[in-house]
């Protein structure tokens, strides 16, 4: 039997499948059906500082005082409804979910204000959680705001959360750098130990007849795995941080692209919220079954192998490969 076993962010898991921030998590019972179905570790649903502030009903406040913070952005996040559980309850799950199984639980941060930053990650650790994951679901939607001052707020929130805690730290980051490649290196100087490709953005649609923007959520799909599929391959080797893949897996030919990629980790929510719990335990037996006939004899054996680094035409990655397409597609 293949050795499914990897390393995340510094934490040893059974799996490379891990549950990513969804509200299954909400419910310990649907925590411990994920731990029994194989799933490597489990992100609990974001805590949002928004939803706190609301329930003490300082929102007001904390928009007023933190003006740089664009009120623009304040529209695209999900219904705070779908989240509604408070601080004292997240912190609860995170205790009684230490208590009962043994994979690791990763809690998922989305602040607005330094204070808040700071305050919940120093609860999240002191609850037991193994490690954060800091979601900064922020939309530069200021035309004047510069890409220097975009990536001078992402690095100078990590390197407060690193400063505040001790546990290890994951970046869920934004596809929409200019160099994702160097805003990655920066991250990890910055305290970061793991990266999260890539943060999906909740964004509008119009409902063109009522005049208004609608806030629906489409799930991921596995055509979706093509832009953190390629900058995982990039990164792979050249940054020292664990990477993980949260887009678009469907079933275990996207974990294994990812894996071969030089992802440690893919997680999944879409699917899971689609298929239902057990679809984990599908998905590492064909996980198995595509390592048995490869054959590969563990994860660590299979990961980066499609990396940049170690195909045989790195420039696959690069110009080179959109000329080839465009001759390809010329040539039918």
Known sequence: MPDLRTTYMGLSLRSPLVVSANPLSQKLDNILAMEDAGAGAIVLFSLFEEQIRQETATLEKVYRSTTNFSSEASDFFPDLHDYSVGTAKYLEIIRKAKERVDIPIIASLNGITPEGWIEYAREIEQAGADGLEINIFFIPADINMTSAEVEKRYLDIVKLVRE?????????????????????????????????????????????????????????????????????????????????????????TELVKYILAGADIGMCASALLSNGIPWIKTVLKDLELYMNDMPFHSIEEMKGQMSQQHVSDPTAYERSNYIQILESKGRR
């Open 164 to 252: 505040t805690i001790s546990i290890p730290i994951a970046v869920k980051l934004s596809p929409y750098f200019s160099s994702i490649g160097n805003i990655s290196k920066q991250l990890h100087e910055a305290g970061a130990d793991a990266l999260v490709l890539f943060n999906r953005f909740y964004q509008p649609d119009f409902d063109i007849e009522e005049l208004s923007i609608k806030t629906n959520l489409d799930l991921s799909v596995r055509s979706e795995i093509r832009l953190p599929l390629l900058w995982i391959a990039v990164l792979y080797g050249r940054v020292p941080v664990s990477l993980a893949a949260t887009t678009g897996i469907q079933g275990a």
